[in-house]
């Protein structure tokens, strides 16, 4: 299958060191060929994974690449503040909206010059790398979609069916619950999480246009559209793990893992990062199920992650050099070799060491009509972080106030997208 229709249609904008000694050290390493790169992959698996991407840059390049590497949300929390101070050369972040706003805020340095070289990214993949004023900022590295996963021997075991709509997902929560298992594994402690269960009930529910403008701050939160959305996600937060707010993804999937769990909605690194090896052939996933019919399941949330040099950066013949080896398919293949939780964005990477489900990814990302980035990256930065983490918490500790919490969001929205 060629990778080069994947991402078509995608929307423009998923041994640590501490945050405060990262926003203190960063860019002031070693001097020479030393390049400095800031790493959210706090997690084992493409922690190890990104180390032997860059060992094998290390060995071929004879330069030295010192990762600092930051707990993934405080990362996120503290990223403008990060590329205000003194941050590294390159540093991992994401595509679309949520690059193009650091950009126009002219904390990003333009890479263009490296896109004339780059090849086996498709002009979709470009679009997400370029900001508003047509220069190209990012390099991206792998994406992954957000589906509804579960272990095909609980379903075997307990003779379930995939649901293909809303009703059939919830019949099957409540079969669930009776059958004595959480229906749907869910923690929600850094903020993000549930992100991906509110996109999926929107684009669903009211399209992917719709979503992607209330995302952009042209709809109201007082629509009745979106108050539905709260409505379908409040009939079904009773099947959800309780106390999610006090319990991170990484206890969710190993919910799942231990088979205390039927079903969990996360993207595809996460849960596979909780199974072992011999595990990992009886994960499985589904599209998250119809609502309308009139957009099906058309949509498919599939975020984009990579690199981008930092305005700052010390190094930037270095940033740049680095740059060009992350953007090669040889160091996309050295890094899905240890994190087969991803794939490739690069058309000309190789697929033969795919296992079944990135195979499943990219066919069912490949296949959508329209593909949206998550909440925290088509929207604005700190719209989702002050507004909406504390907001989509606040709901699922008490659901009662649907009009008040949604008031309350269209409030602030207005006062943050007033400057646009």
Not at 235 to 263: C, D, F, V
Not at 286 to 297: A, H, K, L, N, T
Request: with cysteine; hydrophobic share 35%.
């Amino acid at each position: 299958m060629s990778r080069r229709t994947l991402l078509r249609a995608s929307a423009l904008g998923a041994g640590s060191v501490a945050l405060p000694a990262l926003l203190t050290a960063c860019g002031n390493g070693p001097g020479g060929g030393d390049i400095t790169l800031g790493s959210n992959a706090s997690d084992p698996v493409p922690k190890k994974a990104f180390a032997q991407s860059f060992a094998a840059y290390e060995k071929a390049s004879k330069k030295k690449v010192k990762v600092n590497t930051v707990d993934h949300n405080s990362f996120q929390q503290n990223i403008n503040r990060y590329l205000k101070g003194s941050p590294d050369d390159v540093f991992m972040w994401f595509a679309g909206y949520r690059m193009q706003f650091f950009a126009k805020k002219g904390l990003l340095t333009d890479v263009s010059d490296l896109w004339t070289g780059f090849q086996g990214f498709s002009k979709a993949l470009k679009d997400q790398s370029t900001g508003e004023d047509g220069k190209q900022y990012f390099v991206p590295y792998y994406y992954y979609p957000w589906a509804v996963f579960y272990r095909k021997s609980v379903f075997q075991q307990h003779g379930y069916e995939v649901p293909k709509t809303f009703d059939q997902y919830t019949a099957l929560a409540r079969r669930m619950r009776g059958d004595g298992l959480i229906p749907i594994a869910f923690g929600d402690k850094d903020g993000w999480p549930a992100m991906g269960t509110f996109d999926y009930l929107d684009m669903r529910a009211n399209g992917y246009d719709f979503h992607l403008a209330l995302m952009r701050g042209k709809e109201s939160w007082t629509d009745p559209r979106v108050k539905r959305v709260f409505d379908l996600w409040r009939s079904i937060l009773p099947y959800h793990q309780q106390g999610a707010n006090g319990r991170t993804w990484q206890e969710a999937a190993q919910s799942l893992a231990r088979k205390k769990a039927g079903m969990t909605v996360l993207g595809l690194p996460h849960p596979g990062q909780q199974f072992t090896a011999a595990d990992r052939e009886d994960l499985d996933f589904f599209p998250f199920p119809e609502i309308d019919s009139r957009y099906g399941q058309e949509a498919v949330e599939a975020p984009v992650d990579g690199f981008l040099m930092a305005k700052k950066a010390k190094n930037k013949k270095g940033a740049k050099d680095l740059l060009k080896y992350l953007a090669t398919p040889a160091a996309e293949e050295r890094y899905l070799k240890s994190d087969p939780n991803n794939v490739a964005v690069n058309d000309r990477a190789s697929t033969g060491l795919y296992n079944t489900l990135q195979k499943k990814a990219a066919e069912l990302v490949s296949g959508a009509k329209q593909i949206s980035q998550f909440m925290d990256r088509d929207t604005r930065p700190d719209f989702a972080q002050t507004v909406m983490i504390p907001s989509i918490q606040r709901f699922i500790n008490d659901p009662a106030d649907i009009d008040g919490l949604l008031k309350s969001i269209e409030s602030q929205k207005k006062s943050m997208f007033a400057s646009e």
